[in-house]
């Protein structure tokens, strides 16, 4: 007789889609992040929702922008670990170029996405993915949702 299987009280939950690499994907991925958050007991208007949502906002922007490669897409992905109390946000695009936050000049338009990254997220990096490109992840933190019937 085999064990049971045991589920963790509170399993994570993903959000998976790809996106044109396009601006009007970016805007896409940017706004179903925030449904999907707002789904997740994270409500439109709190400062964990706005957080993350910038946070795509900014990694979308950039594999649009300069993670483009022709007729290819971009990939988002969304895993919510109410344990952790973080969302892990991660942006998948097929140009092999790693991202570089720069410190912009106060007159340059540009330049300061991963900046603003860096600074709301607890942690971000780059990871090789299967196939061509690369992965620029996130982790955010966000408070912890009680789950209904606890």
């Not at 709190?46 to 900014?58: G, K």
């Not at 979308?60 to 973080?86: K, Q, T, Y």
């Not at 780059?126 to 209904?148: F, H, I, M, N």
């Amino acid at each position: 007789m085999s064990a049971p299987r045991t589920q963790s009280p509170t399993p994570a939950r993903t959000f998976a889609q790809r996106f044109s690499a396009t601006r009007r994907g970016a805007r896409l991925a940017r706004l179903l992040a925030a449904h999907q958050l707002t789904e997740w007991g994270h409500p439109h208007g709190s400062d964990a929702h706005d957080t993350a949502v910038l946070v795509v906002a900014e990694l979308a922007s950039n594999a649009v922008l300069h993670g483009r490669v022709p007729g290819r897409d971009f990939a988002l992905f969304l895993s919510l670990d109410d344990s952790r109390g973080a969302v892990r946000i991660e942006v998948s695009d097929a140009h092999p170029a790693q991202p570089a936050r720069l410190t912009p000049g106060p007159d340059e338009d540009g330049g300061r996405g991963l900046v603003l990254v860096d600074a709301l997220a607890v942690s971000w990096g780059v990871s090789d993915r299967l196939g061509p490109g690369k992965t620029v992840w996130a982790e955010c933190a966000l408070p912890r949702v009680a789950q209904p019937g606890c």
